[in-house]
């Protein structure tokens, strides 16, 4: 009778698990019901008596994570219970000084190796440790630790010992103070100023539990296209409130300084870095937000680009600017991202090598707490670029990475695209900046020169939809963020595995499709966007969709024609030294692989070569019939995936199966109109048919051209 009773629970669980709505707003934290008893039986053994020493703000979250991670496994039948106190509990989460000494002198100098914010989860005579040396530590091996549990761990055998190897682990959201979101796709902006700072939404206490999840310490929640009035006292006290909310959660606040902020908010004359009254100024207003936020990060900074104030406008460096800043957070050990990001369209040369010219004449002349934040790539989160030259260039110069997780040139918000192939592509890539395997990584985490302060930041994706992200698998991206962030050498195969568990399903048929479809989605949009190095052929603006006749208006360098130069000769950058010689920014070693248009993997053809339609690639294809293919492969990509995650009904909930299935509708038609567009427009130039196996273009060129959609999302 007792086994037929649990029988029907379970299998009353599974049904909740499959049928019932889930709108995803649990992220990965879903903490969904086990499978049958005997899993369950097997973590209840372990979950329901807890120690937890302390009784700070941090160890009450730990504690009201457990609690919450009950209630998911096992509904309302089983309250974790803690106490202070070790006795017969076999979960246990103490700093290493609580450590009861014979445990500790058991557990031996391996405990020396936990740093500032690492964990060691460690099974230990039937127990369960989780130590470090701060609450934070303990918060990151909790999670871990319920992570092993999501994903059915045996836990007789853990031991974990992990310490990040990037200091600063940051989301940058382009958030405008009006809600709107720049190159936000998933509705407005979480935070709701008008009702800051007596109120603070759930929402906020959620977001900083799914950062403190994946690792993430700090957010930057302004806008980088910076509005001044951030740095009023109104609005301070606003994000102080904020900052209150986040800190137990290991999560520090930044804000994006307008550069011109002392001329708009004080009316000083000038804003110019040399002059003492502005120096003054800013060393007030940080005074005046450390007040607010004691423990307030520092100032991320967007200058001398796209229309934004710098120091250009008074004559003056990049490091003019980001020095005065930094002089002006330093007593409070506060830091200054200053964002590479700068080019301009009245400075003739081609604007990928801009970056590098600004910036490479300046390595070491920065203050010791300003860290420089570069692009992925050279020219501005394209689908696929070569790593940016900077992180080959800056020995002396702390860089950090800045990746877009919101997908403004990937598909929006209704394509899937896992991002963490393209973020590994990039921080593999050999530098050769001392030698073979100087990888971006390595140029990042520090280990490669020694840097004293390390960062990496991600354009964040999460909004008001009720999942965050708009696509429910774009959570993965802002997870897989997290998970790089941490250790950017991590394994993405286990990145994707554990997501999909965590967030739908430990079934393995959908657990191993769902991360094939993960693992091949981001080549197959490259193929049916921009193949073979084709960049910035978006359409205007909006960037939603393909444009590559985009041209005139005022500024070249945001025309398409600008960057692909197709003509009956051929199509391409030539970025070789017949050319705009970009290609000389990388070490040599690159010239060798990315200098012959005969040699280079056909990845970046396009990018660094002008070459003719007929010319015959390796592949024993023209360059034109190579084109077409791979646009043709990129749709049947797209249609692949389709067909995969259809035949997944019924593993999980209806709702998201729902959500992801009519998304990948519009990810099938978008991927035909890239393809039948852009072919039919570089086929004025090529003037050869089509080969055999791709389809034709359901409609003509000129109906593309004059396709217009209004209010596209995201400016
Ligand atoms: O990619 C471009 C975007 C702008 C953005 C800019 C930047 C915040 O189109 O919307 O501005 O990059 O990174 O500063």
New binding site residues.
């Given amino acids: 009778m007792k086994i037929k009773k649990a029988a029907i629970f379970f299998l009353l669980l599974i049904l909740v698990n499959n049928t019932f709505a889930n709108d995803g707003y649990k992220l990965w934290l879903q903490y969904l019901p086990f499978e049958n008893k005997a899993v369950s039986d097997y973590y209840r053994d372990y979950l329901e008596h807890i120690t937890i020493a302390g009784e700070s703000a941090t160890q009450k979250v730990i504690q009201k994570e457990f609690e919450i991670a009950s209630e998911g496994f096992f509904g309302h039948h089983i309250h974790p219970v803690f106490s202070k106190t070790t006795g017969a509990n076999l979960i246990w989460v103490l700093k290493t000084h609580d450590l009861p000494a014979d445990t500790k002198s058991k557990l031996g100098p391996k405990l020396d190796e936990i740093k500032e914010e690492g964990y060691w989860l460690k099974s230990f005579q039937g127990k369960i440790i989780i130590t470090a040396k701060t609450d934070i530590g303990l918060l990151y091996g909790t999670f871990a630790f319920l992570k092993a549990i999501q994903t059915r761990e045996k836990l007789e055998n853990l031991d974990l010992l992990e310490n990040p190897k990037i200091q600063k682990r940051l989301l940058n959201h382009?958030d405008n103070l009006n809600r709107t979101v720049?190159?936000g796709y998933a509705g407005f902006s979480i935070w709701n100023w008008h009702r800051l700072p007596m109120h603070i939404d759930q929402q906020y206490i959620d977001y900083a539990r799914a950062n403190a999840s994946i690792g993430i310490n700090g957010t930057s929640i302004t806008?980088?296209?910076a509005n001044a009035l951030v740095l009023t006292p109104e609005y301070l006290e606003k994000s102080a409130a904020i900052a209150d909310a986040f800190r137990p959660y290991g999560i520090k606040i930044y804000l994006t300084a307008r550069f011109n902020a002392p001329m708009i908010l004080d009316s000083l004359p000038t804003a110019d870095p040399l002059d003492p009254a502005v120096q003054a100024w800013w060393k007030n207003k940080t005074e005046e937000i450390y007040s607010y936020i004691p423990d307030f990060g520092g100032f991320l900074v967007?200058a001398d680009?796209?229309g934004?104030p710098g120091p250009h406008n008074y004559g003056r460096t990049q490091a003019d600017g980001a020095n005065m800043l930094a002089d002006a957070v330093k007593p409070f050990g506060g830091i200054v991202m200053w964002?590479a990001?700068v080019y301009n369209e009245k400075t003739p040369t081609d604007r990928i090598k801009q970056a590098y010219d600004e910036f490479k004449p300046l390595d070491g002349k920065f203050r010791d707490n300003v860290i420089v934040q570069v692009?992925n790539g050279p020219l501005?989160?394209q689908p696929r670029e070569p790593f940016h030259p900077l992180f080959g260039a800056m020995p002396k110069t702390p860089l950090m990475m800045?990746f877009?997780i919101t997908k403004?040139?990937l598909g929006q918000e209704t394509h899937w695209v896992n991002l963490a192939t393209m973020w590994q592509e990039v921080l593999q890539s050999d530098t050769y900046a001392k030698g073979k395997g100087s990888t971006v990584g390595k140029v990042i985490d520090g280990s490669l020169h020694g840097y004293p302060l390390t960062g990496i930041a991600g354009?964040a994706n999460t909004g008001t939809d009720r999942n965050w992200t708009g696509h429910p698998t774009a959570q993965a991206d802002w997870y897989a963020f997290g998970k790089l962030a941490w250790n950017p050498d991590s394994n993405i195969d286990d990145i994707a595995e554990d997501w999909l568990k965590m967030t739908f399903t430990n079934d393995a048929e959908f657990v191993k499709t769902s991360s094939e479809i993960m693992l091949q989605s981001h080549e197959i949009l490259v193929n049916y966007m921009t193949p073979m190095g084709l960049h910035h052929i978006m359409a205007r603006s909006h960037?939603w969709g393909p444009g590559p006749w985009v041209t005139g208006g005022g500024r070249e360098d945001w025309t398409a024609t600008y960057y692909h130069k197709a003509s009956v000769d051929g199509i391409g950058f030539d970025r070789t030294d017949k050319g705009s010689n970009a290609l000389a920014q990388y070490h040599p070693e690159w010239k060798k692989i990315w200098g012959n248009a005969d040699k280079i993997p056909l990845e970046h053809l396009l990018w660094f070569h002008r070459v003719s339609w007929d010319k015959k690639l390796n592949t024993g294809n023209t360059l034109w019939t190579e084109m077409a293919l791979r646009y043709q492969k990129g749709v049947e990509g797209a249609r692949w995936m389709q067909t995969q995650w259809l035949g997944l009904e019924g593993k999980i909930d209806e709702e998201r199966f729902e959500h992801i299935s009519s998304f990948l509708k519009i990810q099938v038609a978008e991927a035909e109109w890239w393809r039948d567009s852009c072919l039919l427009y570089f086929q004025q130039f090529s003037k050869m048919s089509l080969p055999a196996g791709v389809e034709k273009p359901k409609y003509d060129l000129n109906y593309y051209v004059n396709f217009k959609r209004n209010f596209v999302p995201g400016?």
């Fill in positions: 382009w720049e190159r806008n980088v296209n967007k680009s796209e934004q964002r990001f692009k501005d989160f800045e877009q403004e040139y354009v960037h400016i």
